[in-house]
């Protein structure tokens, strides 16, 4: 008899019977995972919205820290600027379409002017806390970020309708404002923020990334 022939006819035991273990265990919860598949892309999402919103500041904050001698303001042609510049100028302020507001978390208000004689330029400038009222004068000399009024940042969005409601005073669309104080090196904040956005998105894609893999593979 050939020893071979036997081991060839020999066929693996193939255990075809189901563990009741295994059929025992709860079914996966879908419905939770979907869920937690939902809230982390909408966590990305927003988180990538927000660095979006943030990259003007990021990029400003990254600008040259000497600002940009601009001169007057009441005669500045603005189309020779570049948008999130710093620079520095001069000029005198209006009343007209004037507010003031504050910011959560500090003390200080601000307030935004228009130039005189220049609607399309706006300056906001900050007023130190208990400087408000009479024994507060408006400087003349400012220096800070110009950029257009559509794009200033978070810290900026809705002054235009803010004006509007108080005074009746329409902005132009293609006006600007100038943040009197508003260094590079003011604006760093932006990039801690930014990247810690970042750090968010990525976590959540590549977790849900994983999440579904792994329900793909069983």
């Known amino acids: ?8 006819a020999v066929k693996p035991v193939v255990r075809t019977e189901v563990d009741p273990e295994l059929l ?3 079914a996966p919860p879908r419905r ?6 939902v809230l982390m892309l909408v966590t990305a999402v927003a988180s990538i919205s927000m660095c979006w919103a943030l990259r003007g500041e990021v990029s400003y904050a990254f600008s040259r820290a000497v600002p940009a001698e601009l001169g007057d303001l009441t005669t500045l042609q603005l189309g020779s600027v570049a948008p999130g510049s710093y620079v520095e100028a001069r000029g005198l302020l209006g009343t007209n379409g004037a507010i003031r507001y504050s910011r959560p978390l500090e003390g200080d208000s601000f307030r935004l002017q228009p130039v005189a004689g220049n609607d399309k330029l706006w300056v906001e400038i900050r007023v130190p806390e208990g400087m408000e009222g009479p024994r507060f004068i408006p400087p003349i000399s400012f220096a800070g970020r ?5 794009s200033a940042g978070l810290r900026h969005a809705g002054l235009a309708r803010s004006v509007h409601a108080q005074t009746s005073v329409v902005i132009p669309q293609d006006a600007w404002i100038l943040v009197d104080g508003a260094s590079p090196r003011a604006s760093r904040w932006a990039v801690a923020l930014f990247a810690l956005f970042a750090f968010f998105a990525a976590w959540n894609v590549v977790n849900t990334i994983r999440i579904v893999r792994r329900v793909s593979d069983r």
């Open 1 to 8: 008899m050939n020893p071979g022939a036997e081991q060839a």
């Open 24 to 26: 025992a265990l709860p």
């Open 32 to 37: 939770d995972r979907t869920l937690a598949v």
């Open 146 to 150: 110009l950029s257009p009024m559509k």
